[in-house]
């Protein structure tokens, strides 16, 4: 059974960082695409960025593009997301995802593509 556990999350200053960080348990090859989705209150869960670990293709969602950035320490097994110029409208739980397929790059941003979810961490930007 493959666990993600993400590091704790915070609170931020408009047009600060934070990273974030997620941890696999089981084999690599259960997480060969990992990405972040993110919630906001009342708002659907959106795609932020995803991974994937053979090639470390990435993808981004539009609203973080050039400001957040995925990567992935493939022998830690651990995902991180480096996130500048923070916005109130990050402000959101961040959830770590992972499936053992290696999905192409448009395929990413579908949260139905994840079978492993962590517990979530909160973000909150303010202003």
């Known amino acids: 059974q493959v666990q993600l556990v993400e590091s704790e999350g915070g609170l931020v200053q408009v047009g600060g960082s934070l990273r974030l960080s997620c941890a696999a348990s089981?084999?690599?090859?259960?997480?060969?695409?990992m990405a972040w989705f993110r919630q906001g209150l009342g708002k659907e869960r959106e795609f932020v960025a995803a991974i994937r670990r053979g090639d470390r293709k990435t993808s981004y969602g539009d609203s973080v593009k050039g400001r957040f950035t995925i990567s992935m320490d493939r022998p830690k097994n651990t995902m991180y997301l480096q996130m500048n110029s923070l916005k109130p409208e990050d402000t959101a739980v961040y959830y770590c995802a992972g499936t053992s397929r290696s999905w192409i790059l448009s395929a990413m941003s579908n949260k139905e593509g994840y079978d492993y979810w962590g517990q979530g961490t909160q973000v909150t930007v303010s202003s």
């Open positions: 089981g084999g690599a090859s259960s997480t060969n695409t």
